[in-house]
């Protein structure tokens, strides 16, 4: 790895990161100028993700169904807002300190429509939105799982996001190539409300790396109970699942399968999932997740 790579890998993980991928910008020839880094910094050569764990007892209040505030703020505000959001900008700070420009990107969802005009013939309207978890695959942290939701090998879904643009050519890291999802239970076992259709799968291709990838009702995680929230930053965007029951279902099949690489000394799930309102129930010793 350059010299250069390696002392911003360095300084990002020493920033608090947990994760840090890179992507050449090449990677992002087929994205679509309204969702295009190059909309935003025509001279940019690589694409950095930073990343920062969602730690696992951060959904020990939602998993019990007795605390749902503390997740709300160190899984989602203070971890988008503060912490990932104070690794980015160290991280661009340091690129900045070696004479290459660094645009930090904070999390904002590729569904809020453009809310100008094009400033010019050929550019796309404000405000181009970049996709950070596709970004994230493109950088090669990790894989969309069946579910519509990111995994990493370290982490599945607990993680969340941000990104460098920099006119710095860096070295990029490879595609992961190995799968994480396993399709292990058929989407009924993963949501009570029916909202993971197994009959509207679509495969997903990023730089060449294929996901099969359930169809999911949003119309439906937008009323879901069972630890979903609204979005954060708008209303035209996928609430956050990922500390909803499927997410959390996710987490338990992923562990118990020993595919994650943060492990623990007692498993995630220790007693029958609750759910708030149900197609279906759960009972105790029926469903063995
Ligand atoms: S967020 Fe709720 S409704 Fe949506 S898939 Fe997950 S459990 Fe089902």
Redesign the pocket.
Known sequence: MDRLTQAIKDHARQAGADLVGIADIARFKDVAPEHNPLSIMPEARSVVVIGRRITRGTLRGVEEGTQMSQYGMYGYDWLDNRFVAITTFRTAEFIEDHRWEAVPLAPLPPQIPPSGIPVRPGSPAPNVMIDLEDAAVRAGLGEIGY?GVFLSPRFGPRQRFQAILTDAELEPDPILAEAICQRCLEPEK????G??RGDQETTLEICGRKMVVAG?DYG??RT?K???RPNAYHQAAP?D?LG????RTCISQLERAGRLENTFEHPFRKRAPWAAVVKWEYREGELDI
């Open positions: 579910c993963l949501c009570p409300l909202a993971i999911i439906i995680c879901c069972n630890g979903a609430p699942r909803a029951l499927c997410t």
